[in-house]
Structure formats: C-alpha cells, structure tokens
C-alpha cells in the first residue's frame, strides 16, 4: 500500500496548459476521486501519476519517494482502463496469471494466487471459459483479477465504469468499492460523475480547467464548497446562485441584501461589490408568511420529493420539497431557508468567503 503525493504538478501539451500546479496526497489505503468535467485534466493527472505522461514540472511521491521521471514498471502500481483490456485469444484463468508470469513466478504459485483473485471477485466458475463470451460484468471482473493479482502498492482507475450501462454501473461500482473495502488498497479513480465520487470517494479533488478548485472529504466539498464552479458542479439540482450588490469586512458575520440582515453561519473574508449567495435546493423551503416572494413556475415529481421552480427578484431557483407538499404554477409564495446553510461567494472570483 501507498501515500501518493502530487506537488505543484504541470503539464503543458506544446503551448496549452492542461494541468496547473496541483498539489493534493492520497493517503494509504485510501479511495480517492478525480472529479471534473471533460477535458479539465483529471485524466493526464492520472497518467503522470501511472508513468504514462512525463510532468512538465512538480513532483510524485509514491512513500516518500520521488517517482515523476520514473518509468511505469518501476513504480509498482497498476493501472484499470475503462475499455477492459483483455487478451481475447487467452481464457480467464490466463489472462488474470499473465502479469504473474511474466514477471516470472512459478506456474503452481501463479495458479494459487490466480484462485485467490478469483475467490475475491466471484469468478472461481469462470477460470476456464474464453473471455470473448463473458457478460460485461464478468469481463470488468477479469480485467480488475489482472491488476489485483500483483498485490501493487495502488491502483489507478481511469472511468472503470464508464462503459457500462447505468443499471450495472451502480452494481459494479458497489463491488468495487467492496473490494477495496476488504483489500485497503490505495486506489484513485477519475470520474466526471459526481455522483458516483460522492458515494464511492473517503477523498474528492474537484479539477477545472487544470486547476484544483477543491480537495477533502465528500460532505465538506457538499456542505462546504470553496468555489462557485464546485458549488454547481456538485449537488443535482445544483446549488441556486443569487447575485447581489454588497461588501463584506473581514470578519463579518452577516449580509444586508435590500432591507433584509442575514446572519451567516462563518465569518466572512472581505469583499467588495459583487456578492453570490449559495443555497442549497434542499435548504429552501415554500412558506406564506416568508419574506422573500417567487412565481412557481414548475414542479417535477421525483417520488419522496419534488422540484419545484420558482421566479424571484434575484432569479431563478429551484427548491426540493417533499412531495405531499401542494403546489400550484402561476401561484406566488414566500420562500423561507436556514441562514446556517447558505455560503457566500465573492461575485468576481468565485471564490467561497470563508
Ligand atoms: P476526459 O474525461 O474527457 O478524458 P479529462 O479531464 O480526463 O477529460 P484530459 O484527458 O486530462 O482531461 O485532458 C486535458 C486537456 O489536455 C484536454 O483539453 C485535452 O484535449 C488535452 N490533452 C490531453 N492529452 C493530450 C495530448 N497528448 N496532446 C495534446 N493535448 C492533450
């Protein structure tokens, strides 16, 4: 097992900038997400940290040891692609004791170890049958057999998932993290799925555009977003986003919006002009007496809740309710939310005020 640690990581392709001075560690044993949209270099992250992409600059540390210039063999981790990446000509029982043999372990031990992987994954029954017939299922199973069965000290996951259809996805991604559960194996795993690294991750980095905008456990990347662009990528519905003008003083524990004081829940960092506050849909509740006034606009059933939309001064907002709740389009209402769970965002930056 292995702590990974990234430091001011870089990678440039000729003269475009795909991954910008990243630094966060993985700790041993831990599950770890890269999360971002296409194209923001989670991927190429990935890859540097494999030994499959030489960094621009920054380091690698697998324990404490600086690998970045390393080649991929030298570096004792293993690596699952999204297309399963069997030998089609080769059983399942070969393919999983390949990476055994070539490195030159004994056929008996090989043959030991390979049932041993087999036990873990559920595919004892398997070992003999041509990998061409396998379900998609069981094919992700032999491909994870042949990067478990080395014991790496971790592994490298690039949308394990992602060629599965939704149904199975969340039944694999289960098994994997089962797997992992039982085996303590540091494991990073890129994702452009939020969901899946919120239910899957111990730890989240949030990339955009190469850059880290975030990094730390599911629930403080939820609860406590550091900027905007995690705020809305997180969270289905997304956070709503309400722009006003303002300032903050350093140390600030409430807003003035029009004539209303709202008292937050951290002190805030100062800021001028432009303000974004952040609710959550979850946090809004539809109440008569309440001071702010919307239109709903629409409502969408989702079984326990419902999405309601609503125009307001400031915008529009979406509220989850429960759905017992009896709402009206065309029929105005007061909204009403807890102050202790809005977050603040300077409106340039982007950046949280905490
Ligand atoms: P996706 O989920 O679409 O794979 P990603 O977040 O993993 O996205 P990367 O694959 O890391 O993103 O790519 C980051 C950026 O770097 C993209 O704009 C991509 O086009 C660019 N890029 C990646 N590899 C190369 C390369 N070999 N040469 C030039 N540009 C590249």
Redesign the pocket.
Known sequence: MAQIRIENLRKD?GS?N?VKASTFTVEDGEFFMLL?P????????LRMMAGLELPTSGEIYIDGEEVGMKRASQRDIAFVFQMFALYPHMNVGKNISYPLLSQGMSRADARRKVAEVAKILGIEGLLDRPVGGLSGGDRQRVALGRAIVRSPKAFLMDEPLGALDAEFREHMSEELRALHDRMGATTVY?T?DQLEAMQMGDKIVV?NHGVVEQFGVPQQIYDWPATRFVAAFIGSPPMNFLDFDGAVTAGDTELTIGETRIDVPRQLEAAMGALTLGVRPEHLHLSDEAPYRGEIVAAEYLGTTQIVTLDTAFGRVKARIPSHEVVRTGTHTGLAFDARTLTVFDGVTGRALV
């Open positions: 392709f475009f795909a971002g296409s194209g923001c270099g989670k991927t190429t992250t890129v452009h990339m």
